[in-house]
């Protein structure tokens, strides 16, 4: 049974999360890149909500707005909560916002009815977790996390401007990055509430899921090279056509991921060239993503891929070219906090529901600096990143209310363990 | 065996051809378009040329140059050479040029030996069959056969310049382009020497062939409509890329197409969208050519390709559109002309290879006024429309003989029947 608070308060969320898509650099659509005017509208916007829930509010070197809701023992550990406020192009408005303003509302309900904590509750709300703007990800948890490389202040912009400038002018000293680096031990963990970006959840009928693992990845560029010439000219027999041979591969792909519970693999960019009707395709670019929780597996299928690959080129008297593009490892969720998420879905009264990552998140990034756990939000027909996406004001009250047990049954743990 | 004359005239032709690749609107690359300003110096040389093989020359109001080796008999009838002038972007040199100079120095030959026919032969250098310049073919063989429609000089090209304003500028009269029509009482037939822009008599290891046909065509545009989705997100089995489901359609075009003889079919150009490394294709729209030398059979290639794309769409749970973009129907050689060839090819000391012709020419539309024979001359790796297109002098020198013999053939004939 939900409490009265939490339908009011998800209607709150949802009313502010609207506000806060219209905070954006471009008139039609939600674009707010890092540093940008409309990020320091939402800064404001979340500095008054945040005092509202009896919050002392910062902001680090980087541009992180922080708010902490303070336990009376200022010695305390704090446990973080956190998400992200900056957007793709043409975004989404959950993605991000949700896992703000979500335990935001949880604190806000905490300090209304004067509970006490035995940790530092703090809310990060990251600058920057897509890289539109600078073209990298996790500037501000890797700030957190004392993982902000120097060099990336040299990053520049599509208007020229670095990095190092855009922070000093949003009011931040890029010189002092690095001394707003939390120390593990003066963290208890981390939780990141966000919307699924998939449709599982949707499938198996439950409003939320946690997360086990965020998946790693592997992106390889591979090229088949074939002989161009005239459609009209060249009998089948005689050519070596780079597209058939990329088609195989495409399939091949397919259908070895089916066989791997939990892989996902896809080939999302495919270029022929020349490619134009009268002429066979003498060679094909394409781009190859391969996602997995577990890094042995992971490796062991992009290398089957890159065999098969092979095989396919050799067999069709092609020529196979192949980069490693980008490579990240999984990172797992921490079991003790996601048993506790696990705990506050069951006695919110919802079947727990285990799920892994298949996105990047925030989480990657701190999970240097601490424990994870992430709650996944179910999300209409999975689609995130386009204006489409979309979560509906029930599975929000759910969230609150898991998340607001989750706070429960850490400060219970703590109150009995320290 | 070769005689000298032929030796020589082949040097002569490999010169003469390489000096017109040199006239080009292009520093770089040979690039002529109808009616351009180098299009009017290849018409002077050629003039020249004609001149020297001692032929009558004018120019029709459409802007093909046309040379007559008279008959002493002006009532005779004329039997037509022919090949195009005018070239692709960034064009090889020999597709088009080959096939007037071929029979040029042949002319040139019978001239000097004070040969007399008994028909008047005519060279037409047609001023337009690629359809660089106003985006549509045969311009210059149309107009010899009757079917220039009116409507074609309002075609604009890329500077807002209608072929009307550029057939005047050429020194054309538009209106008197259909008083230029050959009647097909006066003409006895049409042969044209080209290029055979394909690799089979390369493998054949012969230096000329015999063409049986000019294959029909049929183009169609598919789009395989799936459902986008974040690559990390969303599990193999709950999706609909439409990546994949284009990829077993070219597999199959490939496999219907290798069980037919002579049959040719290309998937030349395939975009995907969004087309970016992290997202499931959400569609794919694809290019398919498909050629044959029997319409009935291109026809139900076409048809059980269709039928198999519906299947592959229907099991994967996408939607299949699909548009015929264009169509035109095979042109069979006449068989008494690609007899005499045949004749002339074994004379000339090589055995008589036919061949289909994928690739369009003039003499499609030249089949409407008349009977047509081909001659196809072997190139290097089977490339053509780009710069590295090849012919060997010993190549030409048997394309000479076998013209020579092949006049020599038409006029005992005609000697003997006439």
């Known amino acids: 049974m939900i409490a009265t608070w939490i339908d009011q308060a998800a209607h709150v969320l949802m009313s502010r999360i609207d506000t806060l898509a219209t905070l954006s ?17 939402v800064h404001d916007l979340l500095t008054a909500w945040m005092h509202y829930a009896g919050m002392h509010v910062w902001r680090d070197n980087v541009g992180n707005l922080i708010g902490r809701y303070p336990s009376r023992n200022p010695q305390a550990r704090a446990f973080l909560f956190g998400s992200h406020l900056d957007t793709v192009r043409n975004a989404g ?34 600058i920057d977790e897509e890289g539109l703007r600078f073209h990298t990800a996790y500037l501000g948890s890797q700030a957190v996390t004392g993982h902000f490389k120097r060099e990336y202040l040299n990053l520049v912009d599509d208007d020229g401007i670095t990095l190092a400038e855009a922070i000093r002018e949003f009011g931040g000293d890029p010189a002092a990055i690095a001394l707003d680096r939390r120390e593990p031990a003066d963290v208890l963990g981390y939780c990141e509430v966000h919307i699924e970006q998939g449709p599982v959840l949707e499938a198996k009928n439950l409003p939320v899921g946690v997360v086990t693992s965020i998946a790693g990845q592997t992106r390889i560029a591979l090229t088949f090279g074939g002989m161009a010439g005239h459609a009209g000219t060249v009998p089948m027999q005689m050519r070596r056509d780079a597209l058939c041979g990329a088609a195989e591969f495409v399939l091949a792909v397919e259908a070895y991921t089916r066989q791997s519970p939990d892989m996902v693999a896809t080939v999302g960019k495919l270029q022929t060239e020349p ?36 095989h396919i080129c ?14 990240n490892p999984a990172t797992p969720c921490t079991l003790a906090l996601s048993h506790l998420l696990e705990r506050a879905v069951s006695e919110a009264g919802y079947r727990p529901h285990f799920l892994p990552s298949g996105a990047g998140h925030d989480a990657v990034a701190m999970a240097q600096l601490t424990g994870i756990a992430m709650l996944f939000v179910r999300c209409k ?26 706070i429960g049954l850490l400060a219970n743990h703590y109150r009995t363990h320290e």
């Open 25 to 41: 650099e471009e008139p039609d659509g939600l674009t707010r890149s890092a540093y940008s005017p409309p990020m320091r509208h």
């Open 314 to 327: 050799t067999t069709r008297r092609l020529k196979l070219d192949w980069t490693v593009v980008h490579q």
């Open 275 to 310: 490619g134009v009707s009268n002429v066979i395709p003498g060679s094909v670019t394409l781009s190859l993503d391969v996602r997995h929780h577990d890094n042995d597996q992971r490796q062991v299928v992009c290398q089957l891929l890159l065999e098969r690959a092979q």
């Open 93 to 126: 408005k959950y993605d991000g916002p949700l896992g703000v303003l979500g335990p935001l509302l949880c604190i806000e309900q905490l300090h209304h009815q004067g509970v006490e904590l035995p940790f530092h509750l703090d809310l990060i709300a990251f």
């Open 381 to 406: 027909d999975g689609i995130s990143h386009h204006p489409d996406e979309s979560v509906t004001v029930e599975d929000v009250s759910v969230a609150l209310d898991v998340v607001d047990r989750f």
